[in-house]
């Protein structure tokens, strides 16, 4: 007996995954875009920093890097564990899965806290001269995304409880992935040009 096109699972029906195809697409055109605007802000700062005589605020000679670094190494290893999870989701163990993304979860939500106590013990506010506006811009607006990533992480484990829901494809759990990796890659770049270039200079 043949079957048809509407007893397959979605994601082997002709033309579904080339659907699949082109919303990922779209999503990797938005995180381009999303880039650029990151891209802005990394030139600006770097422009600013270089231009401005009186770069830190009075009174702040640099900033404590032991637990952004800290912060740094959790963020990156989080990306590691959602592969993980990715691929134990490819594997069909929902277990796995989700024992993997709610641990990515922890990790990016121990960043924001982490970020958090940072802030609240710094010596200097977003109107501290051009550093302390540009620092809270660029570490707040990364922080931003860091939390809509573990929203939308969320999303996904719910709808893993869902029964047969990824039977249709992981494409939005792909998606949230990327957006998870491009986030981490943001903060490394932010790391850098934020910590480790005020140390060196």
Known sequence: MTSTNAELPLKHVPGHIQHDGHNL??????????SIIFLAFFIGYALLKITSPEWLPDG????????????TVILVSSSFVAYFAERYLHKEN??????????????????????????SELKFGLGS?????????????HGLHV???????????????RPNNYAKGDMGVTAVSLFWHFVDVIWIILYVLIYVWQRTS
């Open 25 to 34: 697409t779209g999503f990797i055109i938005f995180l381009c875009s999303e």
């Open 60 to 71: 702040v000679e640099g900033l404590e890097t032991r637990m952004p670094l800290i912060n």
């Open 94 to 119: 929902l277990l796995g899965f989700r024992a993997m993304w709610l641990l990515t979860m922890a990790m990016g939500s121990y960043f924001v806290y982490g970020q958090y106590v940072e802030w």
């Open 129 to 141: 001269g051009v550093f302390g506006g540009t620092f809270y811009l660029l570490t707040g607006f």
């Open 147 to 161: 939390i809509t990533g573990i929203l939308l992480m969320g999303l996904m484990l719910a709808r893993s409880f």
